[in-house]
Nanobody
Framework: QVQLVESGGGLVQAGGSLRLSCAASGSSIRTDGMGWFRQGPGKEREFVSTIDWAGIMTQYTDSVKGRFTISRDNVKNMVYLQMNSLKPEDTAVYSC?????????????????WGQGTQVTVSS
């Protein structure tokens, strides 16, 4: 069974950058789609980005397009989320997740393994 552990969160000023990492262990994720989701204070969980098994096809929610970049390293069993030009509204717990859909997916119910999340706080 795959386990996912996120890291890289923290406190950053508006306009700053953070790089989140998601380490998979227990099994390879090289054939799985991967995604990042976030849940802000008092908000529902929302889709952020997804990537296909090969790292070729990506998808982003509109609010992060042009600022966030998802990537993966199947040799290292890792997934990343580079976040630039951060805004206070990006403040949330960010979680990575695995879906059996190799193309990735924006729907959270398609994911069957979740990490515990990492806190990102953006100050104004």
């Amino acid at each position: 069974q795959v386990q996912l552990v996120e890291s890289g969160g923290g406190l950053v000023q508006a306009g700053g950058s953070l790089r989140l990492s998601c380490a998979a262990s227990g099994s390879s994720i090289r054939t799985d789609g991967m995604g990042w989701f976030r849940q802000g204070p008092g908000k529902e969980r929302e889709f952020v980005s997804t990537i296909d098994w090969a790292g070729i096809m990506t998808q982003y929610t509109d609010s992060v397009k042009g600022r966030f970049t998802i990537s993966r390293d199947n040799v290292k069993n890792m997934v990343y989320l580079q976040m630039n030009s951060l805004k206070p509204e990006d403040t949330a717990v960010y979680s990575c997740a695995k879906t059996p859909n190799p193309r990735g997916d924006s729907r959270d119910y398609m994911y069957n393994v979740w990490g515990q999340g990492t806190q990102v706080t953006v100050s104004s």
